[in-house]
């Protein structure tokens, strides 16, 4: 970063602010070109202007600059699908977007007026996995951090990630992780 603050000698933190905003604003448009979503981006846009809004030292500044640099490149690496075709790209999408309710072939098919067949043979060719696949282990990546908190019970963690069975999710949690929910946050607490 270079140092602007001459630009307000008589106030150093707004100056730094300024700055901030201005890289969070070129982040956003640098991870947008490198394939990520813009509803992913609007809310850590949102978030880290918040917080340099309202934060009242250099130092904290100083670490949200580091924290806004780490996430925008961490959106990329985990939103952005480059080397997949349209059509799969606008699948991972809508499943990210709709992960909190139960997904189905057929329907995100249908959502991209697409042939059930086609999206499966072509989801499965470029990401390795079948739709379902994907669907379930992104569901279980939601699910792990409230499981981690240990606030909610399981059963009310599988509805928040679009599980109508509790039993059902735990059989996939399992299945993804090779081990129970119960036993997952057993190991969260050692």
Not at 15 to 40: C, D, M, Q, W
Request: charge should be positive.
């Amino acid at each position: 970063m270079i140092d602007f603050s001459y630009r307000t000698n008589d106030n150093p933190i707004r100056a730094y602010k300024n700055l901030l905003f201005s890289l969070n604003t070129l982040n956003r448009k640098a991870a947008e070109k490198g394939g990520v979503h813009p509803i992913y981006l609007h809310s850590i846009s949102e978030k880290f202007a918040i917080m340099i809004e309202r934060t009242k030292d250099l130092p904290t500044l100083y670490e949200i600059r580091r924290a806004l640099l780490m996430e925008y490149s961490e959106s990329v690496r985990t939103y952005s699908s480059p080397e997949y075709s349209d059509i799969v790209k606008r699948a991972i999408h809508y499943i990210l977007l709709h992960i909190d309710y139960p997904l189905t072939l057929e329907e995100i098919a249908k959502k991209f007026y697409v042939n059930p067949a086609h999206l499966s043979r072509k989801f499965k060719s470029e990401t390795h996995m079948t739709l379902t696949q994907f669907i379930h282990y992104k569901k279980i990546e939601e699910a792990k951090p409230y499981l981690e908190k240990g606030s909610l019970s399981i059963t009310e963690i599988a509805l928040l990630v679009g599980f109508n069975d509790s039993n059902y999710f735990e059989k996939v949690f399992k299945k993804v992780t090779g081990m129970t929910p119960s036993l997952f946050i057993a190991n969260t607490k050692k």
